[in-house]
Nanobody, 118 residues
């Protein structure tokens, strides 16, 4: 199983971006996916989490972010609006997966850079 994050880029403050996380490989189901970000010199922080049925957000993005899961495509999206310079960082997706073997494992994507300029 591999996670592939994409959609990052350099945008202006106030713009919107949609990040994508593709989960591919031999899996039974995706239990949940979480987006994290890490700004330079700061610890990695949770941005948003979804089970496909529920969603939770960090206070810093509440009302500006929307996480969604397309189970048919094994894709998870993170749409972020009204972007601020504080949103700058590398965004990572993490997935909690049930494998065909019956095991349950945690996987990380490679990260996608988001840079917001004011």
């Amino acid at each position: 199983v591999q996670l592939q994050a994409s959609g990052g880029g350099s945008v202006q403050a106030g713009d919107s971006l949609t990040l994508s996380c593709l989960v591919h490989g031999r899996l039974l189901r995706i239990r949940s996916v979480t987006w994290y970000r890490q700004a330079p010199g700061r610890q990695r922080e949770l941005v948003a989490h979804t089970t496909g049925h529920t969603a939770q957000y960090a206070g810093s993005v509440q009302g500006r972010a929307s996480i969604s899961m397309d189970n048919a495509k094994n894709m998870v999206y993170l749409q972020m609006n009204s972007l601020k310079s504080d949103d700058t960082g590398v965004y990572f997706c993490n997935a909690d997966i049930d494998l065909l073997t019956g095991d349950r494992r945690d996987y990380w994507g490679q990260g996608t850079q988001v840079t917001i300029s004011s």
